[in-house]
């Protein structure tokens, strides 16, 4: 059945194309992972596909709504396809990123057999129909365990946090779609490919340790190896009693071309409109809930409030400053005015420097990082023994935007609107 389809594709293919001069490794490349269709009548009810794959020939016969596969080891030889299980032969006469055209040369030479034109779909919308065939390919053929894993074996898993990025949080794979050089000479030949790494973060959330678990070409080895290295730190993991410990993730890099070559496309568009626009690159830290007074909410909780240390005084105010580093940690807490009352000034250091967590500010601009902050919280105390505090938040890099909070009168009845400024 193969044979007479080679055959009457001859009748219907005009004439054959010099050969091309291209080493193996050039035509591996190009045959590789591409479904190649050829050319039929469109009167006739029958078609062939054929794929290249790890060393395999992959062919479909497909006729009366029927699919016969079959499957086939070849090689490469100057500009010969040589198919090992039927000791056939193809010679290649030409060979682009869309076309393929070869002759058939069986056992016995019959006199008539012509050059094979097959084809593939070179538009952008079949280049990303193969790449994601391709992709779901090779997410089957992968056998690791993606994402968290833990250096010791026998570990209690209970309560532990995973690693979190300020902008992609567990899905790194994005990070390294989004943030890719393509190797400039797959990228001409339309190679696709992966790369599944592994690297072990330590308790301050920087990759070390980095392996290549599998891959389809070194060169993506070396891009997703720069990528690892440029990756910005992340909150690390922890155990059940928030005390940071070192841990192992897993990344799957897909490699596409077509996917790639979009993504810069509309990467230089993006760029282009933040050039006319104004734009919010940070979210600043919060506490607990995210709510603007939940910090001295945490406070007044906390505090043994006595009212007769005022004296016979209606009421005092104390401005106390929270560093948080780019943890959400409270490493620093001082009095900025202090309220002349030692006592409280001291205890309000005290449940400042012993509060839980904070959520970071996180800066989004390029690969996104969380960042230090200054929270500003004064506090009146009142005689009635109410308690009245609100919190601003300033940052301590300089030439970005920055969001602040100020609180219109009465504070009983505040409203929060924002200030943007740049401290350059």
Known sequence: MKKFLFILLSWVVIAGLPAQNNNCADMS???ENKIWKVQLPQDKQYAMEMEFRDAEWRSAFLQGGK??????????????I??????EKYIIQELTDSTLVFQYLPDTLTIGIGPVRCMTDNSQQGQWENENRLDSIWRKEDIWNKGLSFIEQDIDTTGIEAPRWAVWNNNLEDYFTARMK?????????????????????????????NILTTKHKDFDREVIRLVKELPHCLPCRDKNGKRMECLYTVY???LPQHYRDRVKADSIREEELKHSFVEWETVSSFQDGKPWSAQNYITQHLKYDPALLGDKQQVKGIYTVRINSYGEVYEAKVLRSCSIQDLDNQVLEIIRKMPRWTPTINYYGKGEYRKSVWTIPIIFKRNGSLIAHTTESHLETGVPVCLYFFLKPIQNSFLYPIWYNSK
Do not use: W
């Open 82 to 87: 040589k198919v090992f299980e039927s000791r």
């Open 253 to 255: 890099v897909p490699f």
């Open 67 to 80: 699919r016969t596969e079959t499957l086939y080891s070849y090689s490469l030889c100057d500009d010969t």
């Open 182 to 210: 393509y190797p400039a000479h797959f990228l001409e030949k339309n190679q696709a490919g992966y790369s599944t790494v592994m690297f072990s973060l330590d308790t301050l959330g920087l990759p070390r340790g980095i």
């Open 29 to 31: 490349a190009l045959l």
